[in-house]
């Protein structure tokens, strides 16, 4: 039962962050939202390569016991960059709506739509 | 001739050479604009030239491995390794091959036409960058063996395209449509991480032959196939969740909307890289196949119902886009609903297929070449509104002539290239499901009545006077429309050649499950 709690937190959070996005009105939050739904699949894959008591992959002097699995940490390391990227990215599009709209509520950004 | 060398390494090249320049071009820039030009030019010409070689030698010398990191190919599995593929691989089949030509074509004309078109425009270091860097995410995505080095791929490719949907900020509007698109490519994306997640929790491994050999189809892998369909149907623009199209087609400058088109076929790779080389017969390929064939089914209908009331050019030919994703997707469809069952894959299946990713390639010629025309004309009238158009025949005539080009060959009329994948689509469906053809052919009905309206309201009647000091467009504008336009004519005119030395190897690679994982793991 205690090995599944990351896996909770990890539906937890993902829900949360899905309700985020979809329910808020406010860009700054939906953004928040995504935010929250990328640490939940982070967190998914750090956990995949969870093993009890393991160590730190590092096989220098390295002691016998088990040793957590390098690859989700990797992957984990490459996804958060990522998503820095991604943050940056959609909140200079927050920006220049705002300079631009006067607004960041998304039920009055819909001058596309006219 | 050729180094050896470069055509042993031009898996790396092809993705070197764009990031590179890409990040060198804003210092270049600063130089002048004369010699930006230029180097940006020359990037995309040798990126071009080095995706056409692999292309060609992967055609004539079958399946190339790339293993980074690694003297040789031969080293895809490490001796030290137990069987396991660790290092990042790219596998390039025929598949693959065909999508780096549509990309190595489409790039090279669309940079052409680029240096005209934006010429007037600031902030072009930034433009020619992100460009760069879309050619580098298409070619990573559609070469790559690594379903990891997949989603990275995709996520440069989502953050360069969203920087340019929204490059001409056009008022806030052009950043609405790159924010809608890039949420939803984000969560996509997200939601094939999970995916990725799941596959490298069950089966211990990220490379795709590997996954492939362990494929189990137990519900988690249920799970991730929902997941990766979804998102990447959602990236290529697939009805239900096509929203994102006309806004981000239309709202992007002309030649991004013309390269976004081929950025949607890379997603489409992705997907029926997933289905066929992930999954294959584990999968249940009648449950998939119909899937895929409705979400055809759908995309068709909806694309061009909707296209037909818009008054927006270029949000007319997004629909329009969308409606033609359905083709390649029942097409391809209606092979994965048979795959497993060799006799009807040889009646119909592979022609099916055939067709569809026959029109992969010509959709990414004949509407990119439409794009591009579109552009044209916005330079030089400054308006995408039909009803504000007219008469242009008299002063935009080669515009006008590849308007023609690309709109016969969207409705399907020889001796264009749509009409020589849509007839190979209609004549293998009819045996699969006589009513589905039917529906594409009116479908196709329908895209022509609706160009023939397009047509006559841009370039038809007297000429207006508001238009009167109108001029063709630039040389190298007319130039990058012309070698799609050409591809177009040539692919129409011998289309037996083409489907047998492009296409039909692509379909049996996307089949043949067993030779792509044999290149990495040897054997089978």
Redesign the interface.
Known sequence: MFWNLPLFAVVALTVVGLATIVLKKNLIKVFLGITILESAVNLFLISLGYREGGIAPIYTNAPATAMVLPTPQALTLTSIVIGVATSALLLSFAIIIWKRYGSIDIDKIRRLKE | MIPAFIVENSPALMIIVPLVAAFITPFIGRISHGIRSLWVGGAMATTSAVTLLLAFDVYNAGTRLYVFGASAASMALPPDSGGIPIRIIFEVDPMSALMLVITAVSGFAIVLYSLASEKSHSGLESYYTLYLLMITGILGMVSTGDI?NFF?FL?ILS?AS??LI?YR?D???A??????Y??LS??GA?AI??A??IY??EYNA?NMAMIATRMQFSLLDQVALVLIIAALAMKCGAVPMHFWTP?AYS?APSSITALLVVASQASLYGLFRTVFTLYNVTLNAFTVGWLIIILGILSMVVGVTMAIPQKNVKRLMAYHAVSQTGYMLLGVGVGLAVLGNQSLMDAFGYMAMEGGIFHIINHAMYKGLLFLTAGAIFLRIGTYNLNKMGGLGHSMKWTMIFFIIGALAIAGIPPFNGFASKLMIYESVFVFNPIIAIIAMVVSILTLASFVKVFHSIFMGPKLPEYAEVKEAPMPMLVGMGILALVVILFGLFPNIVVESLIAPAAHALVDQGAYIGAVLGGA
């Not at chain 2, 950043?175 to 809608?180: D, G, Q, S």
């Open positions: 990891f990275v996520e953050l969203a920087g929204a900020i008022g806030g509007v950043v609405e449509a790159a924010l809608k890039f949420v984000t969560i997200l991480l999970v990725i997640g490298y929790g990220l806004d709202m």
